[in-house]
């Protein structure tokens, strides 16, 4: 797989989950599954790098990004920041 590609089959676009999401979700959906399927680990981003990526605003991506987790296609983790501040949050796909 290449940096720039995500690998969808068919399977996963014809689910219902990714058949209901909106389009602005279905487009976070994809950017995640780009950066962090195959990361055991997951992948760490700010949503306004998502937000970036997407030509979506900030509020409008932690909608999508929450709705996407609703349809349990993702798990977001969050990692501490210094004197307890929210980090970036991390995602991994759901398989």
């Not at 219902?16 to 997951?42: C, I, M, N, Q």
């Not at 790098?49 to 349809?71: D, G, N, P, Y």
Request: net charge positive; charged share 25%; with cysteine.
């Amino acid at each position: 797989m290449s940096a720039g590609y995500a690998r969808l089959d068919a399977s996963e676009l014809d689910s219902e989950p990714v058949r209901k999401l909106s389009p602005t979700a279905f487009r976070a959906w994809v950017y995640v599954v780009r950066h962090a399927r195959g990361r055991t680990d997951g992948w760490c981003m700010s949503a306004a790098s998502v937000a970036k990526q997407i030509s979506a605003s900030r509020s409008t991506t932690f909608r999508a990004l929450r709705e996407v987790e609703a349809a349990g296609l993702i798990t977001r983790t969050h990692a501490p920041g210094p004197n307890g501040a929210r980090g970036w949050a991390r995602y991994r796909v759901n398989t």
